[in-house]
């Protein structure tokens, strides 16, 4: 018996079909497409909660055990898990882009080649960055940290948590692949099933067995092995006991990748995966300049961007959805049905952001609470958060931007807006209220640091939402999408 969306309660669809219907009944958005993207959107969103949940409950359990110290080590150590998330993420947004364009006008063939070949390119970048986690993590957290207890805490998580990078990211191939072929329902079980083990694991090795940081990383590793095994099972046999069926199938015929199926992997999916990186990269010089700020600020910083992250879930479903709904009508060559859809996934997402925002900018010291129970330092966590609440905002803008973008091929100008909201604006911005005398070596905390660590956190998401935008109302996506349909070449 394979359990489906329509055998349990759904208070998350029902939430989302709430805020479409609203803007259907005002004409911002057509009901048929909110029903849909809703349908496709809310299995990735609950995904992304569960995911993101259990990113904050590391957060959380190691502050709890050890104190502020351990919550900026694992701080400091995630940009780098971030790396193959970053990378995973580009390559498998060429995947969801190439699926749903196959699967809708093109073959099963062709379905199976973009899988497999996205599979090999991502695991060749991906297992040598985690030989490098593995072999030199202190070297690495240095880089970016300057408290002795909150490197060493870094370092034994990063060295471990490396074992599950080429896993984590191999994971998002399989859960783009199936969102592509109309399925967010099953990547929504097995990645959230996946959450659930990594969670309770880490409170088993970390509170009974007393394990620390490592046990944590430990957690980590095991969820993703998990994951990966069932998606590989799943693809191969085309059904998974309770999930139930496949909607597509890969095959390991000879030859399971091609030249041109690499080039429009990687044409499509580097600047995408250039994009991440430059958001995960940005991570590192940000926290290297909040370090300068003392441990307190540095964990009231990580606990913010936990927070954000977990209000910026919507973004899962709702750019995914997009890419999806978007890719599919542009495989049969409805470039304005495509269009509609981009336009109002773009609005319903942005609204779904400004209603959760809201409810947690309201609750925003008791959320600090959840992470921090020092009454030094809860302040301080709670302003941090709201000010989250606002960045959040802008990401559910440049996210339902970038779903037509990623499903068309046109995949530059999210990255140009993410190299100037986070290189050109917030970074400067940052360092800036770091140091009084701007010369090396003499950096010093001024009254007004804190308040540019707030800006700073509102640029990095409003710039790229700007520059994202911008590109997708222009329309140009439309024609660069007919290179990559199914039957057509670049030439084309």
Same mark, same amino acid.
């Given at each position: 018996?394979?359990?489906?969306?329509?055998?349990?309660?759904?208070?998350?669809?029902?939430?989302?079909?709430?805020?479409?219907?609203?803007?259907?009944?005002?004409?911002? +958005?057509?009901?048929?497409?909110?029903?849909?993207?809703?349908?496709?959107?809310?299995?990735?969103?609950?995904?992304?909660?569960?995911?993101?949940?259990?990113?904050?409950?590391?957060?959380?359990?190691?502050?709890?055990?050890?104190?502020?110290?351990?919550?900026?080590?694992?701080?400091?150590?995630?940009?780098?898990?971030?790396?193959?998330?970053?990378?995973?993420?580009?390559?498998?947004?060429?995947?969801?882009?190439?699926?749903?364009?196959?699967?809708? %006008?093109?073959?099963?063939?062709?379905?199976?080649?973009?899988?497999?070949?996205?599979?090999?390119?991502?695991?060749?970048?991906?297992?040598?960055?985690?030989?490098?986690?593995?072999?030199?993590?202190?070297?690495?957290?240095?880089?970016?940290?300057?408290?002795?207890?909150?490197?060493?805490?870094?370092?034994?998580?990063?060295?471990?948590?490396?074992?599950?990078?080429?896993?984590?990211?191999?994971?998002l191939i399989g859960s783009?692949?199936?969102?592509?072929?109309?399925?967010?329902?099953?990547?929504?079980?097995?990645?959230?099933?996946?959450?659930?083990?990594?969670?309770?694991?880490?409170?088993?090795?970390?509170?009974?067995?007393?394990?620390?940081?490592?046990?944590?990383?430990?957690?980590?590793?095991?969820?993703?092995?998990?994951?990966?095994?069932?998606?590989?099972? %799943?693809?191969?046999?085309?059904?998974?006991?309770?999930?139930?069926?496949?909607?597509?199938?890969?095959?390991?015929?000879?030859?399971?990748?091609?030249?041109?199926?690499?080039?429009?992997?990687?044409?499509?999916?580097?600047?995408?995966?250039?994009t991440n990186v430059a958001?995960?990269?940005?991570?590192?010089?940000?926290?290297?300049?909040?370090?300068?700020?003392?441990?307190?600020?540095?964990?009231?910083?990580? +606990?913010?961007?936990?927070?954000?992250?977990?209000?910026?879930?919507?973004?899962?479903?709702?750019?995914?959805?997009?890419?999806?709904?978007?890719?599919?009508?542009?495989?049969? %060559?409805?470039?304005?049905?495509?269009?509609?859809?981009?336009?109002?996934?773009?609005?319903?997402?942005?609204?779904?952001?400004?209603?959760?925002?809201?409810?947690?900018?309201?609750?925003?010291?008791?959320?600090?609470?959840?992470?921090?129970?020092?009454?030094?330092?809860?302040?301080?966590?709670?302003?941090?958060?709201?000010?989250?609440?606002?960045?959040?905002?802008?990401?559910?803008?440049?996210?339902?931007?970038?779903?037509?973008?990623?499903?068309?091929?046109?995949?530059?100008?999210?990255?140009?807006?993410?190299?100037?909201?986070?290189?050109?604006?917030?970074?400067?911005?940052?360092?800036?209220?770091?140091?009084?005398?701007?010369?090396? %070596?003499?950096?010093?905390?001024?009254?007004?640091?804190?308040?540019?660590?707030?800006?700073?956190?509102?640029?990095?998401?409003?710039?790229?939402?700007?520059?994202?935008?911008?590109?997708?109302?222009?329309?140009h996506w439309k024609a660069?999408?007919?290179?990559?349909?199914?039957?057509?070449?670049?030439?084309?």
């Amino acid at each position: 018996m394979a359990f489906r969306p329509e055998s349990i309660p759904n208070p998350i669809r029902w939430l989302l079909l709430a805020v479409g219907v609203l803007l259907a009944r005002v004409g911002v +958005v057509d009901r048929r497409r909110a029903e849909r993207t809703t349908d496709l959107a809310w299995p990735r969103i609950v995904t992304g909660i569960a995911r993101m949940s259990k990113s904050a409950a590391d957060v959380a359990m190691v502050g709890v055990a050890l104190g502020p110290a351990a919550i900026g080590g694992v701080g400091l150590a995630t940009p780098y898990w971030g790396l193959a998330f970053a990378v995973g993420g580009g390559i498998a947004g060429a995947t969801i882009g190439l699926v749903s364009q196959r699967y809708s %006008g093109g073959t099963a063939r062709g379905v199976s080649l973009a899988v497999t070949t996205s599979a090999v390119v991502v695991a060749t970048v991906t297992v040598p960055l985690a030989a490098l986690y593995w072999t030199a993590p202190d070297l690495l957290i240095r880089l970016v940290g300057d408290d002795a207890a909150s490197i060493a805490f870094g370092a034994d998580y990063l060295r471990v948590v490396a074992l599950g990078v080429p896993f984590a990211a191999l994971n998002l191939i399989g859960s783009r692949t199936l969102v592509g072929a109309d399925d967010a329902w099953t990547p929504m079980m097995l990645r959230a099933g996946g959450a659930v083990v990594n969670v309770a694991l880490n409170a088993v090795l970390i509170f009974v067995l007393e394990m620390g940081v490592v046990g944590a990383a430990i957690g980590t590793v095991v969820a993703n092995v998990v994951v990966l095994a069932a998606f590989v099972v %799943g693809f191969t046999r085309g059904r998974l006991p309770l999930i139930g069926a496949f909607p597509v199938t890969v095959s390991l015929a000879w030859p399971p990748i091609t030249v041109g199926e690499v080039r429009d992997v990687v044409s499509i999916g580097t600047p995408l995966a250039l994009t991440n990186v430059a958001r995960r990269g940005a991570q590192f010089p940000m926290l290297a300049i909040v370090a300068l700020f003392g441990p307190n600020v540095l964990a009231a910083y990580v +606990v913010a961007r936990r927070v954000r992250d977990l209000m910026d879930t919507p973004g899962w479903g709702f750019s995914l959805a997009s890419s999806s709904l978007v890719g599919q009508e542009l495989g049969t %060559g409805d470039e304005r049905d495509a269009d509609s859809y981009g336009r109002e996934v773009l609005w319903f997402g942005t609204s779904v952001y400004l209603v959760s925002g809201a409810l947690v900018f309201v609750f925003a010291e008791q959320v600090g609470r959840v992470f921090v129970d020092d009454p030094s330092i809860l302040p301080l966590v709670t302003t941090f958060i709201a000010v989250a609440c606002v960045s959040v905002v802008f990401r559910g803008v440049s996210g339902g931007a970038t779903g037509p973008l990623r499903a068309s091929g046109d995949t530059r100008w999210p990255f140009y807006g993410q190299v100037l909201g986070l290189y050109v604006a917030a970074l400067p911005v940052a360092l800036a209220g770091a140091i009084s005398i701007p010369l090396p %070596g003499l950096a010093s905390v001024t009254p007004l640091g804190i308040e540019a660590l707030y800006a700073a956190l509102i640029l990095e998401t409003l710039v790229p939402a700007v520059v994202t935008y911008h590109r997708f109302a222009s329309g140009h996506w439309k024609a660069i999408s007919r290179s990559y349909r199914p039957g057509s070449s670049a030439s084309d």
